[in-house]
């Protein structure tokens, strides 16, 4: 398994991988080339592996490579994960829209305001007389109104099986995800699904490749899986740790990959740097210059913290702690009675 820092170096010095709206470190081949794709052209991904397999680290890898190569003005982060603490490392990026979430019935509600970013996004789109995110942010840039574009926001929902059966309506929430995935493409707006909880049809399930046309499978302890697998390679697999399967869009043959390595420490230090990077006087004017797009984003963090009283005390804190560093916000919560 190949370091991540050689991958960074890989994107930053190719003009091609560098112009990449969300880039993707998926793996690395027989021959030790790196694939890597654009999110935001090969749309939402899922990720399927039993604990111990390497998806832990392949998704700890995909966050610290956009957080390294794209500033909170291109993207932003939001992360759902059941298991309190295992996202805590990165609650103090600059590029989260809102704290990592750990409550389960609070799945529905940020998807309610995905739901509101995308509408409000597809009005300035037609004001603008264009269809999807990159138009838009052409036309911006064009019009030296760069400070204007829209970020590009990816959802990470990890555990999500487990996620979905604990949350107030399992259901409703999982036909919410397909629907909104669905549209939000256009708008900029990604999903990205992990799970450890698999059936033997993930893969080929029809439903399922239709919302999430990209997927990567780690092991998966199963047999229907492992026949599909002997039927493309001739022979059973093997699987070892950090052992990738990446299926792009439906019906091609899957690339075997290794996932690329990322240690806790050279995790550290990408937090490290891009808060050195962003907390500074350049992310303050860019927030000021937006205020209504960073408005919304306020109102929904005093949203959830005032309206869901089964909110965990730690989500409650770091929503608190985040309203608390911004004046306007404070402000905002004082005129609101919170």
């Given amino acids: ?58 998704l700890n890898t995909f966050i610290s490579t956009l957080i390294q190569v794209k500033t909170p003005q291109e993207l932003r982060l939001i992360m759902v994960n059941r298991t309190e603490g295992e996202t805590d490392i990165y609650k103090d990026i600059p590029h989260l829209s809102m704290p990592p979430i750990s409550d389960p019935s609070m799945t529905g509600q940020v998807l309610n305001y995905l739901r509101d970013e995308m509408e409000r996004r597809y009005v300035y789109f037609a004001r603008k ?73 993930i893969f080929t399930n029809s439903a399922l490749i239709s919302v999430f046309p990209n997927r990567v499978a780690f092991n998966l302890e199963s047999e229907e899986f492992k026949k599909l697998l002997e039927k493309e390679y001739g022979e059973e697999d093997s699987w070892t740790f950090g052992h990738l399967y990446y299926f792009r869009h439906l019906g091609t043959k899957p690339i075997k990959l290794e996932t690329i390595k990322i240690t806790e420490d050279e995790t ?59 004046k306007e916000i404070a402000e905002l919560k004082e005129r609101l009675g919170l």
């Fill in 1 to 58: 398994m190949e370091s991540f820092n050689k991958v960074i170096e890989e994107i930053q010095n190719n003009d091609y991988l560098r112009h990449m709206k969300i880039p993707f470190p998926v793996g690395q081949d027989k021959d030790g080339k790196f694939v890597i794709d654009d999110l935001a052209s090969t749309g939402n991904i899922f990720i399927a592996g039993v604990k111990g397999s390497g998806k832990t680290i392949f």
């Fill in 129 to 201: 007389n264009v269809k999807d995110i990159a138009k838009y942010n052409e036309i911006m840039k064009r019009n030296d109104e760069e400070e204007k574009a829209l970020p590009y926001i990816v959802f990470i929902i990890e555990e999500a099986v487990n996620m979905l059966k604990d949350s107030d309506k399992p259901e409703e929430t999982m036909n919410d995800i397909a629907a909104l995935s669905l549209k939000a493409k256009q708008a900029g707006i990604f999903f990205v699904v992990a799970t450890n909880h698999v059936s033997d049809d």
């Fill in 268 to 326: 550290q230090d990408t937090i490290e740097k891009t808060d050195e990077d962003y907390t500074t006087s350049s992310l303050k004017s860019y927030i000021n210059s937006n205020k209504e797009i960073d408005r919304d984003f306020r109102k929904k963090y005093l949203w959830l913290l005032s309206e869901n009283s089964r909110l965990s005390k730690d989500n409650r804190a770091m929503m608190l702690e985040m309203a608390k560093k911004d």
